[in-house]
């Protein structure tokens, strides 16, 4: 019996999806598992790099985008596994996430969904995995800038508890419970599915559960791109979870709608260039093990300074880049690596196995990068 259905719905992300796949192939090494990516007509060459590379794991081939809803809707009809992970293809998980979450999530009885701990690309925590219920009151004080009750700020980080809300980047349920409760609601073509699938399955008597013992890497900027496609459909999944979930009266809907398009229009005007700076020639550190890999790297990226290390030395202040070779080192020393320099001003990148290209982000709200890297030169 297959035990997981690893569900990844996939738009124009090639190289985020590579290296993710890398680490859940990792993690699911001794897990009965099986992967599914639902493609929704990408034209960047995802589908093309998952045929050769991941022969192993099942595509879905849209058409259309179909938005996100629908696609992981399609990628749970085709999975088998006991338990589904919905994940975003912008993560990068540890080698043994799925031990750690399965064995507690069998230890539950009511158990609905579950979480975990997620950092963004510079190894800092991002709040928005664990969330409370987005109250009418609780959601004007969010658009209005005030965000202390938006967040499950009452549960440590590092804890593991029950909570409100989870986030559909990496969200592990039962496929039965996920089926008998609709799954994700289809009206939604991207964004609020998930606060809506964790309302209904509190709702019903089960619970999700934030499990803050293990960690993820979320390059959030890559999904959530903050232009007016974005905005639209992120205020718009809002209303459609009041007007499913809450009965509100005219006046208070009306003064919602305004208050989304004031506060969509004011982001649209006030949108900064979060882009990701070239990393050409800074003071580079990699970590590793293959000095040809080093060299071509250094080459490239014409570094003033570089360090060539297997281990992370004790002084690290004075470079401006870290590069961490996933072929030397495993994707949990990696994340935990990121949890270390957090309050380094260092950039972050990795350079997955088997590939020539190094990868990261610098902001939660900005598009990651990537730079090709010829290793054969």
């Not at 929704?40 to 996100?68: H, Q, Y």
């Not at 990068?92 to 996430?97: P, Y």
């Amino acid at each position: 019996m297959v035990k997981l259905s690893v569900i990844i719905v996939n738009f124009n992300v090639q190289h985020f999806l590579e290296q993710c796949l890398l680490s859940v192939l990792e993690a699911t090494k001794n897990i009965h598992s099986e992967i599914i990516v639902v493609d929704n007509n990408s034209t960047d060459g995802s589908c093309a790099m998952l045929l050769k590379k991941f022969p192993e794991v099942a595509l879905i081939r849209n058409s259309e985008n179909l938005g996100f809803s629908k696609s992981n809707n399609q990628g749970v009809d085709r999975a088998i596994g006991e338990y589904i992970l919905i994940l975003n293809p912008d993560t990068v998980l540890g080698e043994n996430i799925f031990e750690k979450i399965l064995t507690y999530s069998e230890s539950k009885n009511d158990f609905g969904a579950l979480g975990v701990r997620f950092i963004d690309g510079t190894g800092n925590f991002l709040p928005e995995c664990k969330r409370n219920f987005p109250s009418v009151r609780i959601a004007f004080r969010k658009l209005l800038g005030f965000s202390n009750k938006y967040y499950a700020n009452h549960i440590d980080e590092n804890e593991n508890k029950v909570v409100d809300i989870l986030s559909g980047a990496f969200m592990l349920l039962k496929r039965d419970v996920y089926l008998e409760n609709g799954g994700f609601d289809e009206d939604y073509f991207m964004y609020g599915e998930d606060v809506d699938l964790s309302y209904t399955l509190s709702s019903r008597g089960y619970s999700n559960y934030y499990f803050g013992e293990t960690t993820i890497i979320h390059y959030k900027g890559e999904s959530t791109i903050k232009d007016k496609p974005y905005l639209k459909n992120f205020y718009g999944a809002m209303q459609i979870f009041y007007k499913k979930h809450f009965k509100i009266n005219n006046l208070v809907h009306f003064s919602l709608n305004v208050l989304f398009k004031l506060v969509m229009n004011y982001k649209l005007l006030t949108k900064s260039d979060s882009s990701t700076q070239s990393l050409m020639r800074n003071k580079m550190i990699y970590i590793g093990d293959d000095f040809n890999t080093y060299e071509n790297i250094k080459r490239h990226l014409q570094t003033e300074q570089s360090e060539f290390c297997t281990t992370l030395p004790a002084t690290i202040e004075n470079y401006e880049l870290i590069i961490l070779d996933s072929a030397c080192l495993s994707f949990s020393e990696i994340i935990k690596y990121f949890e270390e320099l957090k309050s380094i001003k260092i950039r972050k990148r990795i350079i997955p196995k088997n590939t020539n290209f190094i990868i990261g982000g610098d902001s939660s709200g900005a598009r990651g990068e990537v730079v090709q890297i010829d290793k054969n030169h």
